[in-house]
């Protein structure tokens, strides 16, 4: 811990600091309007700090600054902007301050897990994402429904935690240190692992798999990977639209960046298995979502499964990036997920912002039913929603579409190398182009339903103006990256080229534990 | 810009501008006014071609006045810009770098371009005159008028472009104008069933077409007509035009970096660059496959007469005068390629021939006045092949009499076409001989033009259609005669010179039954037309009567002053044969061409004498009583010539037997076994997943304890094959 | 063997007996504050794991990643007996079967199988009636109807 370590963790600092004083304010001032704009002005400020702090790839204490985490915090930043603006609506029963405090500390938490050099920090970030999600679960709405959802995703996610905490126990316990740089040089030999020579502990060598499949549990849960995904429709139809939408977005960023910086970039040495487990993951997420999302009438419900399947999707980009160093392809998977992950969150958060600005105070949108005629009645907003759901079932020219494209290129430029494992890579990626297919059909019979049938009852559309600029900023950016993809890809293949847990300098040496004696 | 451009792209935009103008404006500004933006622009367009012929013609005496030229004929190409272009498509050998695909639009001016211009845009300016009077109580007004300009666009493209896929895009243009105006009145089903019939049929053409320009392009590695200046870098680097206007004059001192076109100078000059052989007969065959579909010859015949559904102006212009011509065009601008294979242009010649006669026969019976006419159109086209096929390399007689003929065909058959109209107008849009009769004096003008136009039609001195036909019987006759042929091709064409003398008797003598028919005995008038039936209005007689006029004079004119042949002779196709000509002259030592030894005097008067017989027979049958043609009716249909000749020799039954109708049976099949078995499996793999789905859903019950259990088994799971593996 | 291995063995499977245990719990109990216990007894398990690995390795990481997971615990803890309380306001259960209201819409709700019917007690055996019944006055009676 340095002042540099204080510098480079200013934007974070600074949303933290404001989420206490709301926090605090919040005891005793009953102006729940103001809460946003201090809110909003908390990210402007955390963004400036970030700009303010661009520079070479840096480490410092349990830090890694390069270019995976400026991508994942500049994302997390504008993610937090939409959100600010999305919830910009008081809640009814009160708590505006608490939901909003936390809504920055979850934000802050993606924001750490992006820069997370260590495992510790990590760990923090994530549960810094988790525990006021919990909060914003319960304030959201007071009904069973919503009720019934708090408490679904915080069991879950505690025996969820509990499992990614086991898993960096293990993978703590192989290499003796939290520091993801030390890691690497354990895992990949250059360092040993054990403290003494001769003595190894009985099943020593099968820690690190061990650690890699409980980690991936503990992050597929995050990321609504099957068979982790189980929460992620109950909890979606539960709660609010905003919040579905946070769900959706941040908690899955985390996952991501989390699961690239641990396993592709700190455990070398497992390339023989952790594809293939990443590979079976992507194709049972993908498929499993896809499958049942037909089936779904309530949109919040269908939008979760779409999330669990998107997860799918980029899990792709992660088997690619797992994939043995020497049969990588031009397209990089990581980068691609990288930029996957960012096309899918403005999707899905206009999406839910759509919904929400649809919506009344005390009746939200709820089924695919409600849109229908939408087309007719509010053609925009329409226009808005065919956008997001065409997006996300990667229609050329839209932004999901380059998405998909570059996973599925990376997956197939996976060159055979001497292995015999591109078939598979071509396998997943016909899994990938035939899921999309599948996906079509649902997201087509909601554009469907909006454009082609009568109108039941026309949405109030009481949602207000925070909702309507989210979803307009959304489309707009889905539309423009759609017709330029070219900037934000290289931004995401340079965060996933330009990144790794190296350490510059090496660290200080290994204080020695003084209570250790030998019986 | 100099003149030569800015008259290439006036002529065929300003008809584009009024198409748009009409079709954007028509429906709600213009209305009964939609026919001035079409006459002015044609108008003006009219105007333009004929300067661009006397440009031309001056461009010619330049050159000649400065003495042997290095250019073979004259023309000048002017590129407009590149449409597309694709690098190293085409690798011609291993040892050459790839060439780059390119299309760019160019546009040129020769003689031969210049007489199409001139005829296409000549004859519309009448047609759309005369469509003033004769559209105008039809609902459809604007419509009409926006359809005409676009097909004069089209078609004066398709004369002036200079590559073979522009030619093809045009190409298709035209037959979709074609196509549009057929079935102008969609409404009845007869019409909209020609417009298709010509449409697909038309596509037969077009497939073969469009085969012999894939062949040419995997032949000569370009689709150019001209010869491209490249860029310094050569073959290899994308191909670019240095100057935007490309006087191939300038660069033919440079011959590395020219990129021969197909029927440009450098092959032209060097003819042994043109690949023989079957190669090149495949290539003329399947191009004459196409010009067989749109000239509608034999065996691709079947669509023109039904086309005559369409408004009269239309079958006119379109069917008449200029669409159907573009065949011969085509086939006139690929003569250098047909001189390649000597197979090809008996073919060629064949089935001019063998259209002709068959064409004529069938006329003789029709009794639908504008199917007489079709069929007539059909006929003469034919002759035109057949002077294109009598071509041969020391010879252009046949190309520059078959091309004549297109030029005056397209005057007297306007004329007759639109007489016919004037007829149709003023009998209530019954077109059917037998049911009037004698109306020479309800109808003069219409009567004294429409005789002008059968007379130059039957080929009597000195109408435009003697001149012209009497050069080609000529060609073909020379070609019969001719000690270089050997003895089975000889007798060939001898076959075919009788052939085209059969013709000649044959359409004078149809040509006056229709005359005679119409205008003379007993005066009939059918109900349709109400009692007053009358001469049609200013604005059709005026047409006819210039064009009356054009019948008279444009044959003797050209013929006598030799300034048609003389000015043809320089396009680049045909000074090509004059130059081989010269040279084998040269060499032999002869002082006069065998062509012009004959001066076919004795052709002129062969055929003059059947053409007289051919209308005396005519008179003596149908200006005589009737039971004379009864009973020759029944002698003939004893033996079943009137009725094939009355039945059109069944093409249609038979096209219907044996294509058609298999052709449905296969689709019927097809489409059992697309909706029994193809259907089923797809509409089985689109439920699949929504079956995998609902086998699923039993896992998502809500209960918290169950969620958690699947998870920890799934991650079990993971955890036994990883660490076994 | 080596004391230190052999030590580090011991506690791994304690934590490791630890963690299973509170899964096992996880799974079968009902009650939502024993749920939350159990996973905190997962927690306690990987927290064993790890300070014998840190005493293993030599290195103050696992300990620190401990003092963490307390902390970390203690916040759940917190927001856990809050949701809980109102949980437990609107359903008077603690029973977490109460909530399972969000699943897909064509599956039946869990029930609970019914218990057998419990064969109603033996009567005990009773001494008859010995003696006369105290004579309550009206009064009193009154009085104690006022009560």
């Known amino acids: ?519 | 810009m100099d003149t030569i451009k800015t008259l290439l792209i006036l002529i065929p935009a300003l008809p584009l501008a009024a198409t748009l103008l009409t079709a954007v404006l028509g429906k709600r500004v213009l209305r009964r006014q939609s026919h001035w933006p079409t006459v002015l622009a044609i108008g003006l367009s009219c105007a333009a071609s004929l300067v661009l012929v006397f440009q031309v013609q001056q461009g010619i005496h330049k050159a000649e006045s400065e003495g042997p030229s290095p250019q073979v004929g004259y023309e000048k190409v002017v590129t407009l810009w590149t449409w597309a272009g694709v690098d190293g498509a085409y690798a011609y050998s291993t040892s050459e770098p790839a060439r780059g695909f390119r299309i760019d639009v160019t546009l040129r001016a020769d003689p031969l371009t210049a007489v199409m211009l001139a005829m296409v845009t000549l004859v519309s300016l009448l047609v759309a005159v005369y469509s003033i009077g004769y559209m105008h109580d039809d609902p459809g007004y604007w419509r009409f008028f926006s359809y005409i300009p676009l097909f004069v666009f089209s078609m004066t493209m398709l004369v002036s472009v200079s590559n073979f896929v522009l030619l093809y895009v045009f190409w298709e243009a035209v037959g979709l104008c074609s196509y549009l105006l057929i079935g102008f009145w969609f409404q009845k089903p007869a019409a909209a069933a020609a417009g298709k019939k010509a449409f697909l049929v038309n596509r037969i053409g077009d497939f073969g077409f469009a085969l012999g320009l894939f062949l040419l392009w995997t032949t000569y590695g370009t689709l150019d007509f001209h010869d491209v200046k490249l860029a310094a870098g050569g073959e290899g680097t994308a191909a670019t035009v240095v100057h935007h206007e490309t006087e191939i004059v300038e660069d033919a001192d440079q011959p590395g970096l020219v990129r021969a076109g197909v029927l440009g100078q450098t092959m032209l000059r060097d003819r042994a660059l043109y690949v023989t052989g079957g190669v090149a007969t495949a290539i003329c065959l399947l191009l004459m496959l196409g010009a067989c579909g749109k000239s509608a010859q034999f065996p691709l015949h079947v669509w023109l007469p039904d086309a005559m559904e369409g408004p009269t102006p239309v079958s006119a212009l379109i069917h008449a005068a200029t669409m159907v011509t573009a065949g011969v065009y085509m086939v006139t601008r690929c003569l250098p390629l047909f001189l390649a294979s000597e197979v090809a242009l008996q073919v060629v010649a064949a089935i001019g021939g063998f259209t002709a006669l068959l064409a004529a026969l069938t006329a003789l019976t029709q009794t639908d006045l504008k199917r007489i006419l079709a069929y007539s159109t059909i006929s003469q086209l034919g002759y035109m092949f057949l002077g294109l096929g009598a071509v041969t390399l020391l010879s252009a007689a046949g190309a520059v009499a078959g091309m004549f003929h297109l030029f005056t065909h397209a005057f007297f058959k306007a004329l007759l076409f639109l007489g016919a109209g004037s007829v149709m107008h003023a009998m209530g849009g019954v077109i059917d001989v037998r049911r009037f009769g004698g109306l020479r004096r309800l109808m003069p003008t219409t009567h004294w033009t429409f005789l002008f136009g059968c007379l130059a039609l039957a080929g009597i001195v000195p109408f435009a259609g003697f001149w012209s036909k009497d050069l080609i019987l000529a060609a073909v006759g020379e070609q019969a005669y001719s000690h270089a042929l050997d003895p089975q091709t000889q007798r060939l064409y001898y076959l075919l010179y009788i052939a085209g003398l059969l013709t000649a008797f044959l359409t004078a003598f149809y040509t006056f039954r229709a005359f005679f028919l119409t205008f003379y005995g007993e005066e009939r008038i059918p109900r349709e037309a109400g009692h007053h039936a009358h001469e049609s209005p200013r604005s059709m007689t005026v047409p006819l009567a210039i064009l009356a006029v054009c019948a008279l004079v444009v044959g003797a004119y050209f013929e006598l002053t030799h300034g048609f042949a003389h000015f043809l002779e320089q396009a680049p196709p045909l000074a090509m044969i004059a130059a081989e000509q010269a040279t084998a002259e040269a060499g032999a030592g002869l002082g006069q061409s065998a062509h012009q030894a004959l001066s076919h005097w004795w052709v002129a008067v062969i055929s003059s004498l059947i053409a007289a017989a051919g209308i005396a027979l005519a008179a003596l049958l149908y200006l005589g009583h009737p039971q004379r043609v009864e009973r020759l009716t029944r002698t003939l249909d004893a033996g079943g010539l009137y009725r094939l000749s009355r039945g059109k020799f069944f093409f249609d039954e038979i096209y219907d037997l044996f294509v058609v109708r298999p052709l449905q049976a296969v689709a019927s099949l097809s489409f059992l076994f697309d909706r029994t078995v193809i259907d089923r499996l797809v509409d089985g793999c689109g439920l699949m997943p929504k079956r995998i789905g609902a086998a699923l859903r039993p896992l998502q019950n809500g209960m918290i304890q169950f969620y958690a259990l699947a998870m920890v088994l799934g991650l079990l799971v993971l955890l036994g094959t990883l660490l076994t593996m | 063997m080596d004391p230190e291995i052999a030590l580090l063995h011991n506690y791994l499977i304690v934590g490791a007996v630890l963690f299973g245990i509170g899964m096992i719990g996880f799974f079968s109990r009902r009650n939502m504050i024993v749920m939350f216990l159990c996973a905190e007894m997962m927690l306690q398990g990987v927290s064993l794991s790890l300070v014998a690995f840190g005493r293993f390795h030599n290195d103050f990481g696992g300990q620190m990643l401990v003092i963490f997971i307390i902390a970390v615990a203690a916040c759940e803890a917190a927001i856990a007996l809050a949701v809980v309380l109102m949980l437990y306001r609107r359903a008077g259960k603690l029973d977490v079967i109460v909530w399972q209201a969000l699943r897909e819409d064509n599956q039946p709700a869990f029930e609970e199988e019914a218990l057998p019917e419990e064969p109603p007690a033996e009567p005990w055996p009773s001494l008859s009636r010995a003696g006369l019944s105290p004579e309550i006055l009206p009064e009193e009676t009154d009085f104690r109807s006022r009560l």
């Open chain 1, 1 to 519: 811990m340095s002042a540099e370590t204080v510098r480079l963790l200013t934007p974070e600092i600074v949303l933290i600091a404001v989420a206490v004083a709301i926090f605090v304010a919040g005891a005793f001032a009953d102006a729940p309007k103001w809460f946003r704009w201090i809110a909003g002005a908390g990210v402007a400020l955390s963004a400036v700090a970030l700009w303010m702090q661009h520079g070479a790839a840096v480490c410092s204490g349990p830090l890694t600054i390069d270019s995976l985490a400026y991508y994942g915090r500049w994302l997390a930043l504008v993610l937090g902007a939409l959100f600010v603006l999305l919830t910009a609506r008081p809640l009814a029963g009160g708590g505006t301050p608490e939901y909003v405090g936390s809504l920055l500390l979850a934000i802050a938490g993606l924001m750490l897990v992006s820069g997370a050099g260590e495992l510790v920090l990590m760990f923090v970030g994530l549960e810094l994402i988790s525990i006021p999600t919990y909060v914003l679960l319960y304030l959201g709405r007071r009904d069973a429904a919503s009720q019934e959802s708090a408490v679904k995703y915080f069991l879950l996610s505690i025996l969820a935690s509990a499992i990614l905490l086991y898993g960096l126990g293990f993978l703590y316990g192989t290499t003796g240190s939290t520091e993801l740089g030390e890691i690497h040089a354990a895992l990949a030999g250059s360092r040993p692992a054990l403290p003494d020579a001769g003595a190894v502990p009985v099943g020593f060598d099968m820690f690190a798999r061990l650690a890699l499949v409980l980690i991936f549990a503990g992050l597929g849960f995050k990321i609504a990977a099957a068979p982790f995904h189980f929460y992620a429709p109950d909890v979606y139809q539960g709660t609010t639209q905003a919040n579905a939408a946070l769900l959706s977005v941040v908690p899955k960023a985390a996952g991501m960046v989390a699961l690239v910086r641990i396993l592709v970039l700190a455990m070398p040495g497992l390339e023989a298995f952790a594809w293939k487990l990443a590979l079976v993951m992507a194709v049972l997420t993908m498929t499993l979502g896809n499958f049942m999302a037909l089936w779904q009438n309530n949109l919040r419900r269908l939008l979760a499964y779409s999330s669990i399947a998107h997860a799918g999707y980029m899990l792709i980009g992660l088997t690619v990036g797992l994939a043995p160093a020497i049969v990588r392809g031009s397209q990089d998977g990581v980068g691609a997920l990288l930029f996957y992950l960012c096309v899918y969150a403005l999707a899905t958060v206009g999406a839910f912002a759509v919904l929400e600005y649809l919506g009344r105070e005390d009746a939200p949108i709820d089924a695919v039913d409600e849109l229908a005629g939408l087309g007719r009645a509010r053609p925009l907003v329409a226009a808005a929603m065919s956008v997001f759901l065409f997006s996300l079932a990667g229609i050329p020219l839209l932004a999901g579409f380059w998405g998909k494209f570059a996973l599925f290129l990376s997956a197939l430029g996976v060159d055979p190398g001497g292995v015999s494992v591109r078939p598979w890579f071509v396998g997943l990626a016909i899994v990938g182009a035939l899921n999309a297919a599948v996906a079509a059909a649902y997201y087509l019979r909601i554009v469907g339903v909006m454009f082609f049938r009568t109108p039941l009852a026309v949405p109030k559309a009481e949602g207000g103006m925070g909702p309507w600029l989210t979803f307009t900023v959304c489309a707009v950016l889905t539309l423009a990256i759609g017709a330029f993809p070219r900037p934000l890809l290289q931004a995401a293949n340079d965060a996933s080229r330009q990144s790794s847990v190296q350490r510059a300098a090496p660290d200080l040496p290994p204080v020695e534990l003084a209570g250790r004696t030998g019986p």
